[in-house]
């Protein structure tokens, strides 16, 4: 997948209430492969949604979205299971990891099902975002933004063509921040995918080529 693309697209919530000020909902634009953005959003603006439209796990909206030149809800389940896993990841908001497993084996368990990374590069990555010490410690027994780590790491551990990140970095002070962009940065560049994350305030610092206004 070379690019996303939005076509007017709008959540149908706002279709009475729409202001009209922003730079992606009911406007045209093109996000691309090996590109980073930012998309800033005040609460309320509808950036959770973005980021779940274009993963394909909501469809309450108007207007298009394209992978490359394919509109999204013409995709069959099997076609999604394949995006997703060998070419569009996501860190959710809510992180969706398995509070009853130990860090290390949330990672394992994704690492499974692609064999993208060996032992080596995920213990270093642990070692890099400071969270060595919790690799064996339950999900539910570290702080959120612990997890927050957790499921970075996680989420590069498939094929990536674009990479959605909501509010990725929310509860990590400056220097774990530095850490996580230097490690997305590193990544994003190594294999070409893109980086589309949202922020209502921090954010990854990463050398964006482009930012958007919900």
Not at 53 to 64: I, P
Not at 98 to 118: G, I, M, S
Not at 168 to 197: K, M, Q, T
Request: with cysteine.
């Amino acid at each position: 997948m070379e690019q996303i693309t939005l076509q007017g697209a709008l959540p149908r919530v706002f279709r009475a209430s729409f202001p009209g000020d922003s730079d992606i909902w009911n406007n045209d634009v093109s996000f691309s492969r090996g590109r980073l953005y930012l998309v800033e959003a005040a609460s309320g603006k509808g950036k959770t949604s973005f980021c779940s439209y274009v993963y394909g796990s909501r469809d309450d909206y108007d207007g298009s979205i394209l992978f490359d030149d394919q509109a999204i809800p013409r995709l069959s389940p099997g076609a999604w299971g394949e995006i997703r896993r060998s070419s569009l990841g996501m860190v959710f908001q809510g992180l969706r990891l398995f509070p009853e497993l130990t860090a290390v084996e949330n990672v394992c368990l994704k690492n499974r099902l692609t064999a993208f990374r060996d032992e080596a590069w995920i213990r270093a990555a642990f070692e890099r975002l400071d969270i060595a010490d919790k690799m064996d410690a339950p999900v539910a027994k570290i702080s959120f933004g612990q997890q927050q780590r957790v499921a970075l790491i996680r989420a590069l551990c498939q094929p990536l063509d674009f990479l959605l990140l909501d509010e990725p970095v929310s509860h990590l002070d400056e220097e774990n921040c530095r850490r996580a962009g230097e490690l997305l940065r590193e990544e994003a560049a190594l294999h070409g995918f893109g980086i589309i994350s949202t922020s209502i305030g921090k954010h990854v610092p990463l050398p964006y080529h482009g930012t958007f206004h919900l």
